[in-house]
């Protein structure tokens, strides 16, 4: 009798381990779930700091020769971008209301990225206060580019439409001192 308590003692132990083992797994892997898992700070990303600034495009090269092109301006402060499109056009690519004698302007609001030599912006086409735009003349949705960064310097920026190839000449207007709010 003897013997079969201690084959009942040790099999009663052996069950209590592996419980006690089982019960340690699930909590070490929520603890570390825990952690992967917390939210994200509810801030503004800080961008790239060479990045900060207004920016415009003065001049478009061999504007006189194109039929249509479009001028840049952007403000980018932290991770956010604000872009100024003013388009110039010979053809009439839109309905008579629209066209305004072939010259247009369009805005759009969104961040940006630098990964590499590469710009990515996405953002999305507002009204000329920055709110979104859900109708009206020429485009709106997205307005999603992706730019090779072909020159930086402190008061130039030089990028290529990996879309179209055409080269934006910016030069910087104002710097601009990223101060990140919350979302």
């Given at each position: 009798?003897?013997?079969?308590?201690?084959?009942?003692?040790?099999?009663?132990?052996?069950?209590?381990?592996?419980?006690?083992?089982?019960?340690?797994?699930?909590?070490?892997?929520?603890?570390?779930?825990?952690?992967?898992?917390?939210?994200?700070?509810?801030?503004?990303?800080?961008?790239?700091?060479?990045?900060?600034?207004?920016?415009?495009?003065?001049?478009?090269?061999?504007?006189?020769?194109?039929?249509?092109?479009t001028?840049?301006?952007?403000?980018?402060?932290?991770?956010?971008?604000?872009?100024?499109?003013?388009?110039?056009?010979?053809?009439?690519?839109?309905?008579?209301s629209?066209?305004?004698?072939?010259?247009?302007?369009?805005?759009?609001?969104?961040?940006?990225?630098?990964?590499?030599?590469?710009?990515?912006?996405?953002?999305?086409?507002?009204?000329?206060?920055?709110?979104?735009?859900?109708?009206?003349?020429?485009?709106?949705?997205?307005?999603?580019?992706?730019?090779?960064?072909?020159?930086?310097?402190?008061?130039?920026?030089?990028?290529?439409?990996?879309?179209?190839?055409?080269e934006?000449?910016?030069?910087?207007?104002?710097?601009?001192?990223?101060?990140?709010?919350?979302?």
């Amino acid at each position: 009798m003897p013997q079969s308590k201690s084959k009942h003692f040790s099999l009663k132990t052996i069950k209590t381990s592996i419980g006690l083992r089982h019960l340690y797994i699930i909590l070490f892997t929520f603890s570390i779930l825990q952690l992967s898992c917390s939210p994200r700070p509810n801030i503004q990303g800080k961008g790239e700091e060479f990045m900060q600034g207004i920016w415009n495009e003065d001049s478009v090269a061999f504007s006189n020769k194109l039929s249509n092109y479009t001028q840049h301006h952007f403000k980018i402060t932290c991770d956010s971008i604000y872009i100024d499109l003013v388009t110039r056009s010979k053809l009439n690519l839109y309905e008579d209301s629209c066209y305004n004698n072939g010259i247009w302007k369009e805005y759009a609001k969104g961040v940006y990225a630098v990964k590499g030599d590469t710009l990515f912006v996405g953002a999305t086409f507002t009204h000329a206060n920055y709110k979104q735009k859900i109708s009206g003349c020429y485009r709106i949705g997205r307005y999603d580019k992706n730019f090779l960064i072909k020159k930086k310097s402190a008061d130039t920026l030089v990028l290529e439409s990996l879309s179209d190839q055409r080269e934006i000449k910016l030069s910087l207007k104002e710097k601009v001192t990223c101060v990140q709010k919350e979302l």
